[in-house]
């Protein structure tokens, strides 16, 4: 079972006016992703998601060419030689770096969906795991930075399908974020756990004015204040309550990781399988952060892939919390990509799906008619 072939399909799909929601990072205006096929020389077929890195273009031509030619008659089962081959070519010298992992996030995964088909496995049996019922909260492009009534019949509306958590959208102003996190909670009570996530737009101002208040309202975490490399703001900011910092998805391989372990000022990790190296880099990641007790809270990206992905991945871990479920209003690469990658139980769980290897199905002909469309997907 050795690898004979490797595509990548950079894609994209624009937002139209009334579906563009405001976030730290901006307005989104598309959505870009990048999937990874990879075929077998006996003729099984696996699929991933490489995170789009905001330049799906060249994440792909990296998949295609570079990546592609380190591994193609590599065993397909055999995932740690791959990765470790992408490591010493790539990310150890002289390569891409975070452009890298992300690439080999998506071949990664295929190989993973490979093997379970080769068993005929799901995914989550395959890393030991059990079908076990997973606690997702709402996420993905939604919650943004609308005026409080309107973002509290949002909410509602989300818990009204089942969500028992959800992640407010904060970097906005300080006073601003405040009203919104407080708005929420008067609305939806004590019962629902609300997180934030600043999309890296705070200072170490804002974030002073701010977790005072996110204390007094319970919530259950701060995301991504600063950017991923400023260390010293994170250690700063932890004085300033006592809400957890999260972080992770711009976060790559066990080494970040470890870093981030280390330093002690964020305890909720979130490692995207599409950025940080992939399923098996991911299980390297929570083994590192099962030692210290900390939680795996994995960030999704925007295919059913990653979704299923995560889910499978939750379920064989023991440290796994959150599944991010994407409850944007529009996502075809959610709802027309793939078949279903989750279907959200009336107490707000998740469950992975059945079918060997990640279970999901991919429609080529949608690849084909959505190419990559250049330029921001955030203005």
Known sequence: MRIADVQAFPISFPYP???????????????????????????????????????????????????KHLVLGMDAADVAGVGARIYRMQLASHGMGA??????????????????KATGWPLYRLLGGAARAVPAYAGGISLGFQEPAALVAEAEAMVARGYRALKLRLGDTAARDVARVAAVRRGLGA?????????????????????????????????EPFPAHDQRSYAEARRYGTVPLAAGENHYTRYDFARLVEDGSITILQPDLSKCGGITEGLRIAALASAWRLPINPHTSVTGLNMAASIHFLAGIENGG?????????????????????????????????????GVEIDEAFLAAHPVIDGPGYV
Not at 40 to 66: M, N, Q
Not at 192 to 206: F, R
Not at 325 to 352: H, I, M, Q
């Open 191 to 223: 019962a629902v756990a609300i997180l934030t996530d600043a999309n890296t737009a705070y200072t170490l101002a804002d974030a002073r004015a701010v977790m005072p208040a996110l204390d007094a309202d319970a919530v259950a975490w701060l995301e």
């Open 322 to 358: 959150y599944f991010e479920a994407d409850a944007s209003k529009l996502n075809p690469f959610r709802d027309r990509l793939c078949s279903a990658a989750f279907t959200l139980e009336v107490d707000g769980t998740v469950r992975p799906p059945e079918g060997p290897g990640l």
């Open 99 to 116: 452009a890298a992992a992300m690439a080999m996030s998506g071949l990664d995964m295929a190989l993973w969906d490979i093997r379970g």
């Open 17 to 67: 006016p009334d579906g563009q929601v405001a976030l730290g990072i901006g307005r989104t205006v598309k959505r870009d992703a990048v999937i990874v096929k990879v075929t077998t020389d006996d003729g099984i077929v696996g699929w991933g998601e490489s995170h789009a890195g905001r330049a799906p273009g060249a994440i792909a031509r990296l998949v295609e060419t570079t990546l």
